[in-house]
């Protein structure tokens, strides 16, 4: 396939007259192959908007890995049209195409496309559940849709859309997800069996979703939106995932905090702290060691940032990712200034520093760091969040927080590996 630079590599010749008619035409593919039956469908669809009985469309695949999602559009005659994907999605999007102009009346034109922009993608704050918040929730929103993310008719309508216009990439952004969607045979008490959310009367427009600004004891903070077993969750979201797939769109999950509800105190969730400060042996991997590794992988990123900073010019997300790569250089000095805050704080407060799971802008960590220090000598400590019993209502009892307001709620890395 020859290329031409834009959006979509294309080549166009005029094949005829818009598409015009009473009757529906028909419409050929793989029924085992769901990209092209989704684009059939749109074809099948437009086809019996227009009426035209007289055109003939075939889908087919010819594999050719040098071009992923390219397509050409063919004449075979005056009412004969075929789509040829290099791959099932190329043939869904060219089908896709040719929809399209069936529908604005325009004339379907020869054609070959080639996508340039190969990862064209969506950022969507997920949020699973007031106990697996998204990554920001700020607002009601969040909140009052939480139920929505498990309607799997949402997410039918959604990624079709999607596919409509012709994105590849679903990112789902939250702070730990996994006890809302996975089951551990290991750990059963991490995983969670129905879905919740802050109740109404709670919510506010500016609320944040930190749990730390509400009541926590006062019956009904949460309420139960959607009663579901962990393992109805997981095929949900199976369901959800093979959806996509049959779109052409590729999943994927960022997190930040690393989340334990219901295994705190038991599997030695919490014993890595207290092991690092008596100079025990331990299992598993702490965050000091993951900041051991960023700073490894950080360094080359290091070297480059002169030159990438020299080129940035006014783009300010690029300069704010060169800055988190920059404090990411430096993860060591700031644990080190970590244990030296701890080594003024109480004995318990020490192993909360070390817990740790966000290793970003680190001026701003410690500047925490030190004022809650002030505020551990001077107030003592302070409790935050634990859930607790939720399948028969929701049941709220303070724990140690494990550190910066902003990390709500936070837990240690699960220390343990088997």
């Not at 039956?37 to 050719?64: M, N, S, T």
């Not at 006014?314 to 060591?332: F, P, R, S, W, Y």
Request: hydrophobic share 40%.
């Amino acid at each position: 396939m020859n290329k031409m630079p834009g959006p979509f590599l294309w080549l166009l010749f005029v094949l005829g007259t818009p598409l015009q008619g009473r009757a529906a035409g028909s419409v050929h593919w793989d029924a085992k192959t769901p990209p092209l039956e989704f684009a059939a469908q749109e074809l099948e669809d437009a086809l019996e908007e227009v009426g035209r009985e007289d055109i003939q469309v075939a889908l087919i695949v010819k594999p050719d890995d040098s071009s992923p999602e390219a397509f050409q559009i063919r004449s075979l005659g005056p009412a004969e049209i075929e789509i040829v994907g290099s791959d099932a999605t190329g043939a869904m999007y060219g089908g896709l195409e040719v929809a399209d102009l069936i529908r604005l009346g325009l004339p379907v034109e020869k054609q070959q496309r080639t996508p340039f922009v190969k990862k064209r993608g969506i950022k969507f704050n997920n949020p699973w559940d007031a106990r697996t918040p998204s990554y920001d929730d700020t607002g009601d929103a969040a909140q009052k849709n939480i139920d929505t993310i498990w309607d799997f008719e949402f997410w039918q309508a959604y990624l079709d859309d999607l596919a409509r216009y012709r994105y590849n990439v679903l990112s789902l952004w939250s702070t730990h997800p996994y006890p809302s969607i996975i089951q551990l045979e290991e750990y059963p008490e991490v995983a969670l069996d129905d879905v919740y959310r802050v109740a109404d009367d709670i919510v506010q427009p500016h609320y944040k979703n930190r749990l730390q600004d509400v009541d926590l004891d006062k019956p009904g903070t949460l309420q139960r939106v959607k009663k579901i077993s962990i393992e109805e969750k997981i095929n949900h979201w199976q369901r959800v995932f093979q959806y996509a797939e049959d779109r052409g769109i590729e999943i994927y999950l960022f997190h930040w905090n690393v989340m334990t509800f219901g295994a705190t105190g038991i599997h030695s969730v919490e014993e890595w702290g207290k092991a690092i400060v008596t100079g025990q042996p331990l299992k598993g991997i702490t965050p000091l060691q993951v900041a051991d590794r960023l700073d490894e992988h950080a360094a080359p990123a290091l070297d480059a940032l002169p030159a990438l900073r020299a080129e940035m010019g006014g783009n300010v997300e690029l300069q704010e990712t060169l800055n988190d790569i920059e404090g990411m250089a430096h993860l060591k000095d700031a644990v080190d200034e970590s244990k030296a805050y701890a080594a003024i704080a109480s004995s318990q407060y020490k192993t909360q520093l070390m817990a740790r799971t966000h290793f970003m802008d680190w001026n701003r960590i410690l500047a925490e760091v030190e004022k809650e220090v002030a505020t551990v000598q001077r107030e003592g400590d302070f409790p935050e969040v634990r859930f607790a019993n939720l399948k028969e209502g929701a049941h709220l009892r303070p724990k140690p927080s494990f550190g910066c307001s902003w990390m709500q709620p936070t837990a240690m890395f699960r220390s343990t590996a088997r």
